[in-house]
C-alpha cells in the first residue's frame, strides 16, 4: 500500500506564492521519479515538473523560471515553490510517484490533488 499526500494549495493572488509538498509512505523499495501535475478544469491533467533520482529536472515551458521542484532529504518528499503565479495557473495539482514496492513492479502513483486558485 503506498500513499500520496499533498499539502500547500490554496487562494493567492497573482503575482503571489505557493509552496506545495507531497509526501510519498508505504512499503516503497525504490522511487525512481517524482513530479507534479495539474488540470484545470475542461482541460487534460498536464506535467508541470519532474525530478528523477540523479536530481535531474524538466518543467513545462508555461512554468519555466518560475516554479522550483526539488526532493526532500528523505527522496520519499517532494516540493513544488511556486512564484509570480498567474491566473492561467488555477488548477488542481497532483503529486506523482514512479516508485516499485517491495511486492510490486515499478508502476506510477497519485496524490489526491491539492487545489490553487489564483485571482487576478
Known amino acids: 500500500q503506498v500513499q500520496l499526500v499533498e499539502s500547500g494549495g490554496g487562494l493567492v493572488q497573482a503575482g503571489g506564492s505557493l509552496r506545495l509538498s507531497c509526501a510519498a509512505s508505504?512499503?516503497?523499495?525504490?522511487?525512481?521519479?517524482m513530479g507534479w501535475y495539474r488540470q484545470a478544469p475542461g482541460k487534460q491533467r498536464e506535467l508541470v515538473a519532474s525530478?528523477?533520482?540523479?536530481?535531474?529536472?524538466n518543467y513545462a515551458d508555461s512554468v519555466k523560471g518560475r516554479f522550483t521542484i526539488s526532493r526532500g532529504n528523505a527522496k520519499n518528499t517532494v516540493y513544488l515553490q511556486m512564484n509570480s503565479l498567474k491566473p492561467e495557473d488555477t488548477a488542481v495539482y497532483y503529486c506523482n510517484a514512479e516508485l516499485q514496492t517491495y511486492y510490486t513492479l515499478r508502476a506510477d502513483y497519485w496524490g489526491q490533488g491539492t487545489q490553487v486558485t489564483v485571482s487576478s
Open positions: 525530478i528523477n533520482g540523479g536530481g535531474s529536472t
Open positions: 508505504g512499503s516503497i523499495f525504490s522511487i525512481n521519479a
